[in-house]
């Protein structure tokens, strides 16, 4: 099974209607997963990191059930098959 | 989702643009500016802090800033008042990675002058000016800004850092204006490599000094084409007049009920004549008295007489902020301002009476105006004159023009 990373509706208008993609190779990381989803959609960037190539603040971004953010960031580990999960955070109240 | 209305525009009808926190409307009257038709929401759930109208080369593009605290802060235009959207699928405001910064918000998107009709400006959070030189295809920061050595000690206001005015000398190509909460006004005279604190007799009411070379929390300046030497200031805390294209400033608080506000505008014909809304105080930051008054002076700031004919004079507890109160160039002219209630008021006589256009809206961070057929105007410079007989002829020219495609990679949609 190849590693798939699912995004949110509000996103899929920018992956021709997908919500889940999946991806080409074998990444290693989440960034380098992340890569291999730009060279595909290159519109989901943008609205995933800001320009420094950080997360941005109200997204949150799973590897499995591990949020990168309380592991290794962007330099987590993907296993093989695992699903990566881009989600928008809740961010209030 | 609210369903999404549209309207449509003719040379000689009136637009107001409302950029709200929750997305962005345009309302459009014939010359009479009396019956007003509400197109939108577009951008629906995003604040837009920023819009312009550009119609030099006979376009009729809107422009706005979409911003959303989960994915950023993009630049958005419309060449049918919103039927189609372009969004571009590469955000074209970005700062670059040796910079450190990141976009947060763009507060101000202004057209460069007439003899560079394809020049457009963005003021953004964190401060920075940001310049297109191909319609709005790429931006780049304009680096004599973003490097300034005063950069590391200007601090956020209470909006954040913003660099919300752009002004570009009609008359001289090397030199503009900026003004940046909290940092204060800066110019420059040698096209934006170097750029010197302009904030002689300003006063910073919250520093230990109070009249420091900047530090200044400007919260809008206005200039008039027709004496672009001539500016006027809204400041937190003073309203201003400098003759000498902001070397030095000198107080016109002149029988205002507070000389604290956010907004201001300049007539389109008449460069004496200045449109603000007091507010009171820093703290409380309403109208004061419960009375909604706009004051205008005829005598550059001289004097200031009060304009409440169809305001409410009761219970009105309003704020309207920095972009939030803009001019039409007919004549007479519009005048328009939006409150932070969700209210947008408008006078079709230069402000001898007003009507409330619209309530209910979200609250409203932007206001602009264009005599749609009128040239170029998105902001409160525009020279007035007999443009009313102008758009006529402009109109016909414009509907021979071909469509344009507004950017190369892009994402267009009905929406």
């Known amino acids: 099974m190849p590693v798939s990373i699912r995004i949110p509706t509000y996103l899929a208008s920018f992956s021709g209607g997908q919500s889940a993609i999946a991806l080409e190779g074998s990444p290693d990381t989440v960034r380098e997963a992340l890569d291999s989803l730009w060279r595909v959609h290159p519109a989901l960037k943008d609205r995933i990191l800001d320009e420094q190539g950080e997360v941005r603040q109200h997204i949150n971004i799973f590897v499995g059930e591990e949020a990168i953010r309380f592991a290794d960031?962007?330099?987590?580990a993907v296993p093989s098959s695992a699903e990566i999960l881009i989600v928008p955070a809740v961010s209030g109240g | 989702m609210p369903s999404v209305h549209h309207v449509s525009a003719k040379s000689g009808d009136v637009i107001v643009l409302v950029g709200t926190m929750k997305g962005a409307f345009v309302l459009r009257a014939n010359g009479a500016r009396k019956k007003w038709d509400v197109g939108g929401p577009y951008s629906i759930g995003s604040p837009v802090y920023a819009m312009a109208f550009d119609q030099r080369q006979g376009r009729r593009r809107m422009w706005w800033a979409q911003q959303s605290f989960r994915w950023g802060t993009v630049l958005c235009s419309s060449d049918d008042y919103g039927k189609t959207i372009t969004e571009p699928e590469t955000y074209s405001v970005k700062f670059p990675a040796e910079s450190k910064l990141a976009l947060k918000n763009i507060w101000q998107i202004a057209l460069g002058?007439?003899?560079?009709p394809d020049t457009l400006y963005c003021g953004v959070e964190p401060a920075a000016l940001f310049e297109s030189k191909d319609?709005?295809?790429s931006w780049a920061p304009v680096k004599g800004l973003l490097d300034h050595p005063?950069?590391?000690r200007w601090v956020p206001g209470g909006g954040g850092m913003c660099l919300h005015t752009i002004l570009p000398d009609p008359a001289d190509p090397k030199r503009m204006t900026i003004a940046i909460s909290t940092a204060g006004?800066?110019?420059t005279d040698d096209g934006g490599a170097t750029w010197q604190a302009r904030n002689q007799g300003v006063r910073a009411e919250f520093l230990p000094e109070k009249y420091p070379e900047f530090g200044q929390c400007v919260h809008k300046i206005v200039q008039h084409p027709a004496k672009p030497e001539r500016l006027f200031l809204q400041n937190h805390w003073g309203l201003y007049r400098s003759d000498d294209s902001?070397?030095?400033?000198?107080d016109i608080a002149n029988g205002v009920p507070s000389d604290f506000g956010f907004c201001m505008v300049v007539h389109p014909h008449d460069p004496d004549t200045v449109y603000i809304v007091p507010i009171e105080s820093d703290e409380y930051r309403c109208t004061p008295e419960g009375k909604l008054r706009v004051y205008r002076t005829r005598n550059a700031g001289k004097s200031w007489e009060p304009l409440t004919r169809g305001l409410p004079q009761k219970n009105a507890m309003e704020t309207i902020l920095r972009d939030s109160l803009a001019a039409d160039t007919c004549d007479p002219a519009g005048i328009y301002f939006?409150?932070?209630s969700g209210k947008v008021y408008g006078s079709n006589d230069e402000g001898r009476s007003w009507q409330a256009i619209i309530e209910g809206l979200p609250p409203v961070v932007c206001v602009r105006a264009a005599l749609v057929g009128a040239g170029a105007i998105s902001s409160p410079r525009r020279r007035g004159g007999a443009e009313k007989k102008k758009a006529g002829r402009?109109?016909?020219?414009?509907?021979?023009a071909p469509k344009r495609k507004a950017h190369g990679r892009a994402r267009t949609a009905k929406r």
């Open chain 2, 150 to 152: 005063h950069r590391d």
């Open chain 2, 394 to 400: 402009k109109s016909s020219a414009a509907r021979r």
């Open chain 1, 73 to 76: 960031g962007l330099a987590t």
């Open chain 2, 113 to 116: 002058r007439a003899d560079a």
């Open chain 2, 185 to 187: 006004t800066y110019r």
């Open chain 2, 338 to 340: 939006g409150t932070r």
């Open chain 2, 135 to 137: 319609a709005g295809k």
């Open chain 2, 246 to 250: 902001g070397n030095s400033w000198k």
